[in-house]
């Protein structure tokens, strides 16, 4: 990624401070994928069995954003999540008892019970936290990465929101100040082509990334089914960042598999199932990286398998564990509420 026309580049001194990036590990991204996609099947399966209140907003699909994006973060980086965050709370290194915990209201859940599917934080991994609004994680972003730039550390914000929040006027307001201010933020766009039922098409006037390089900020449009791509994409925006050279933007191309939430099944009045069909087959980002990490001698069937059956013990004892929680006191209601 390029600076845009008129961006100045970071200074010597700034690109010094930079710290470099250790190579990916690339099994390790692939579990953390897979990890994502079993999750949200146990999720599509305790609310088919009424074990979980609410609705759920699923990322069977888009795991190679979420894992590619955040595999180039170090701990003390920021995150912001959205109403389908599951997969960026898990790609940053949460807990799958503690999620599933948080999903069904349980006191061992990160938030306590409290947060749900659409709200869940992880604080210690610097997760400031899903929001159900949509783009509305956009300005808390931006103002950790203004902290991060006033504390003088080189901690850089993600805030990642859906193709359909490209209507908030908030996205253009932070985006303006992030340019002016030169703030270590990276905005990631989610495009899986729908917002809620309506396709992007339907809504998205122009040219999406002209949007960005409006305010000067360097913008990418990503492979979002391909791990490898989105991380170094990500990866430069990231160094880019810390050394001071303010916020990027990458557009990444996805697809979420299941409909807008999990009562959302019958979705043939606004696509097609053999749409659905052919990213499954042809696009699927697990299937990809299987692929190459096996062609490219980076591992073998036998390892992946291994890593399939350990995530899926992971996942299937995060779950009893979930079920076997208690629930909040009752008295504890008003705890963290503030007036």
């Known amino acids: 990624m390029t600076p845009a026309r008129g961006a100045a580049d970071p200074s010597p001194l700034a690109r010094k401070r930079a710290r470099k990036r250790p190579g990916p590990d690339w099994l390790r991204a692939y579990e953390r994928m897979l990890k994502i996609r079993l999750f949200e099947d146990r999720v599509n399966d305790l609310y088919q069995r009424g074990r979980m209140p609410g609705l759920a907003h699923l990322s069977s699909g888009e795991e190679a954003v979420a894992v590619g994006v955040c595999l180039g973060l170090r701990d003390d980086d920021y995150i912001t999540s959205t109403h389908r965050g599951h997969g960026h709370c898990l790609a940053k290194g949460a807990a799958v008892d503690r999620m599933f915990a948080e999903l069904l209201g349980k006191a061992a859940g990160y938030c306590g019970g409290k947060g749900g599917s659409m709200h869940i934080a992880d604080q210690e991994r610097g997760n400031l936290g899903a929001n159900a609004i949509v783009g509305g994680s956009m300005g808390i972003a ?124 019958d979705r043939a009045y606004y696509r097609e199932r053999d749409e659905e069909r052919l990213w499954r087959e042809e696009r699927d980002p697990l299937a990809l990286a299987r692929a190459w990490l096996i062609g490219d001698g980076l591992t073998t069937p036998a390892t992946l398998d291994q890593v399939h059956a350990a995530v899926t013990v992971e996942v299937d004892a995060g779950v009893a564990f979930a079920l076997e929680a208690d629930y909040p006191d009752p008295s504890k209601v008003d705890a963290d509420v503030y007036a």
């Open 142 to 265: 931006t103002g950790a990465a203004l902290s991060s730039k006033q504390r003088g550390t080189d901690q850089v914000a993600v805030c990642f929101f859906g193709d359909g929040a490209l209507g908030q006027g908030l996205l253009y307001e932070v985006m303006n100040m992030a340019a002016l201010w030169r703030l270590p933020v990276l905005y990631v766009c989610e495009n899986n082509l729908y917002g809620e039922y309506t396709p992007g098409t339907e809504t998205i006037a122009g040219e999406a990334l002209a949007r960005p390089r409006a305010f000067g900020i360097p913008a990418a449009e990503v492979d979002g089914q391909d791990v490898r791509a989105v991380h170094a994409a990500t990866g430069e925006a990231i160094d880019r960042a810390r050394a001071g050279g303010g916020p990027s933007f990458l557009w990444c191309n996805t697809y979420r598999y299941s409909g807008h939430h999990v009562g959302d099944v």
